[in-house]
């Protein structure tokens, strides 16, 4: 007779518990940890932001003549560069008396801009339209304007400025003019004139 040879039979090895084990302590805590995690996760706080009472939907019922027109620094320039009258042309564009409006802000960038744009400056100075005080820190138009409008919605946004566009058109019921050909043009204003 030979030698038998002795091997371990399968059901009886002796098994090892894997470190990522879920049945071991250390990883029950983590797994209790990571379940309150994804609990918190799934409670989505919902905030709805109060909708202006002047809105029909996309219709602004607040912006009636005469038109309040936040001007932009941009918007400054380009009517200088176009030698156009801001009054007269901007009534040429909406048909209805309007009243420009210039915050401190788009005054300091205007001043900081420096000689090359004293005539807008000039323009900008002048006493027949509205100053409107700011309180705020800085003097970046932009964000002035924005905060400006989401406030109050009885203003249309007289700009140039892509960024600024693209910001305001985010905000429903507010309209926008642009200098575009030699004169105004306004954009999301139901009751404009089509030209």
Known sequence: MGVQKRTRKFAQVKRIIGQRDSRLKKNQEKGEIEGKKKAK??????????????????????LVPPYSVLIDTNFL????????????TMMDCLYAKCTPMITDCVM??????????????RFARDERWERL???????????????RV???KVYIVATNDRDLKRRIRKIPGVPIMSVARGKYAIERLPDAPEK
């Open 77 to 88: 320039s380009h009517t200088v560069q176009r030698k156009l009258e801001i009054l007269p």
């Open 108 to 121: 300091a960038e205007l001043e900081k801009l420096g000689p090359k744009y004293r005539i807008a400056l």
């Open 41 to 62: 996760g799934d409670e989505i706080v919902r905030e709805i932001p109060q909708v202006s009472s002047s809105l029909f939907f996309q219709y602004n019922t607040a």
């Open 150 to 152: 989401m406030k109050h």
């Open 133 to 147: 005080r700011c309180d705020h820190k800085g003097v970046y138009a932009d964000d002035c304007i924005v905060d």
